[in-house]
């Protein structure tokens, strides 16, 4: 239990340093980049994480966990705005953040779940590595976090603009609002 408090610290240490860099880092590569890489990247460090023996090397991979779940965070929101029209915002807003917290919450119960029942007895081989419940559910969610990230490269390669038309008539109308006022 204790070396889990430093592992999770390490986190810590790398989700702070992830939200100071993620800001500069976006700014230069943009947002969609930074969302798919840093998606690939969480997904590629929580498999190397799930097998890893090395408490130190544990250690180091939290901290980049860390880092790059905080960076693949910081660019949903430039994103959103970018392809939301306003008139939307709130709305679109009103639905990410709870279904953001539900997967969250969701995802703790399925992995106890599938911990104390499912795979509670599971054990694998696979040459030298071996398998067992917490690396398997580490490793299924550091996959599935991969191909989220495969999903994004292919999707945000041309991220969709808000139409300038659409934008002038928003001015429009946001105009209009401030005169009548």
Known sequence: ATFYGFVSSAA????VLGAILSGMIGARIGSARLLWLSTLATGVVIVIFAHTASYLVALLLAFIIGLCMVATNVPIMPLM??????????RIEAVLTPTMTLSALISVVVAGWLDSGVLSSFHLRLGVMTFGPIDTIFTVTGLL?????VYAFFALRHPPKKEAAEMSSEIEVETKQVVES
Request: proline share 5%; hydrophobic share 45%.
């Open 12 to 15: 810590g240490v790398g989700a």
């Open 81 to 90: 705005l970018q392809v939301t029209p306003r008139q939307l915002l709130g």
């Open 145 to 149: 976090t991969f191909l989220a990230g």
